[in-house]
């Protein structure tokens, strides 16, 4: 008779797994594509956490299995180039990404006068205080997103949206 703790972990650790991969497979393959509408990004990066999840319950629960896997050629070969693999990601090898320069970006929006803002949004400083106001943010040619999130305890996000999205 199987323990209770392992029939319990047995019956949710695979169905987990295959629906977090599935989840991460087409959120990743969506993210490749540059469609990263809504929550694409989002889920994938805090949905990776209940794949992990799911994957050590899977690999606890066939344990012996995965030993087996580890101890074949193929096994240990497909996981040291994995692990090389990933060792290699952490370098950008001289490539410049646009992950590496998003959050330089927008730090630097964040901390720019709103008349600045507006120029890089293409609109006058003037309109672009009066989207503020029209959200009840009563902002200045010289306040940053920065002070206004401070201010008036709104998300930098939420301000960079009235700056930079469509009404």
């Avoid at 989840?23 to 990004?41: A, R």
């Avoid at 992990?52 to 101890?71: D, E, M, P, Y």
């Avoid at 410049?96 to 609109?123: F, N, Y």
Wanted: net charge neutral.
């Amino acid at each position: 008779m199987p323990k209770p703790n392992r029939l319990r972990l047995r019956t949710w650790a695979t169905p987990v797994t295959i629906g977090a991969f599935i989840l991460m497979s087409v959120t990743g393959i969506l993210m490749i594509f540059d469609w990263e509408h809504g929550l694409v990004t989002v889920t994938h990066q805090w949905f990776s956490w209940i794949f992990v999840v799911g994957v050590c319950a899977h690999i606890a629960i066939n344990v012996r299995s995965f030993k087996n896997h580890l101890s074949s050629g193929w096994g240990r070969a497909s996981m040291v180039a994995f692990v090389l693999v990933l060792g290699a990601s952490f370098f950008s090898w001289g490539l410049i990404t646009g992950p590496q320069l998003k959050d330089t970006i927008e730090q630097s929006l964040v901390d720019a006068p709103i008349s600045a803002l507006a120029g890089v949004a293409h609109v006058s400083p003037e309109d672009l205080i009066n989207k503020f106001k029209a959200g009840g943010i009563n902002a200045t040619g010289e306040k940053s997103i920065r002070e206004l999130s401070e201010e008036f305890g709104v998300s930098e996000n939420r301000l960079l949206a009235i700056v930079f999205l469509p009404e």
